[in-house]
């Protein structure tokens, strides 16, 4: 027998459906985190910060999740009579990409397992997840607040269905000495700068179209840091190969390789829509391996 549904009905199915596809993620996940863990219950309202009031939340770090893109982030503050209470900040980070680079701004601390990449600190512990950032910090000292805030980070992660993918960008770092804790994804030269100081300048032309890694390498003898930017097309890339040669490597010889005042060597290399640059290594044989083996 067949069904029929009047026009009114179809027009209600597409547009629950059309709400369903456009549903807020932040949102959904807040819906559904705890309202209480070991004791620790929601205390006040949930507070909602974007790109524009996060600083009015995080004055000093807001450049920060800027810097990443932030879409939304959530502010919830769990209490326990005659305890610490206990905050739990989420960001929505709209790709999984610039949630994983938000936690490499700061990878210190145990490994723990919890999301994807958990780091905890005494009072805080963070992770990322799909495109989540999550922080969950601590007021004062306390052991038994200690344990509900890793608790309390299991959950939210349980909530979270989905697994993140690594930016594509690292699959390009040389594997051999690379300190895997110490890998910063980004896209701005305010972050950059903060782990390594290149200028004041954006020379490199660093945007939210252009992603970069910075790696840290340490052998028994060695150790350099390898910087790989992807750029959107071949304009910008020589652009900013002709910046790095000019600003940063002015007395580079013929392979590109320069003696830098501190002693040590950099070089770069400009490889279809991709820049290697070593911006420090220990030797001019570590500067050349690596720019070479970057791929």
Known sequence: MRLMYPLALFSLLALMNADISHADPLQELTASLPHQVMGWVVAGEDRFFDDQTIFEYIDGSGEVY?????????????????????????FDMATSADAFGVFTHDTDGEAIAIGQGARWRTGW??????CFFVSITVQEE????????????????????????RPKLLSHLPPQGLQTDRIRFLHHPIVLNYHFYLSDENILDLSPQTDAVLATYQNANTSARLLLVQYPDANTARKAAENIRRHYLPDADAEGISRLENGKWASSRLKNLMLIVVLEASSR???????REAN
């Open 66 to 90: 800027r810097a990443y893109n932030l879409r939304q982030c959530l502010a919830r503050t769990y209490s326990k009579a005659g305890s610490p209470g206990i905050v739990l900040d989420v």
């Open 125 to 130: 512990l963070s992770f990322w997840k799909d």
């Open 142 to 165: 306390n052991a038994q607040a200690f344990e509900a805030a890793k608790e309390l980070g299991r959950q939210v992660a349980l909530r979270i269905p989905r697994e993140g993918s």
């Open 285 to 291: 044989k570590s500067a050349a391996d690596l720019v």
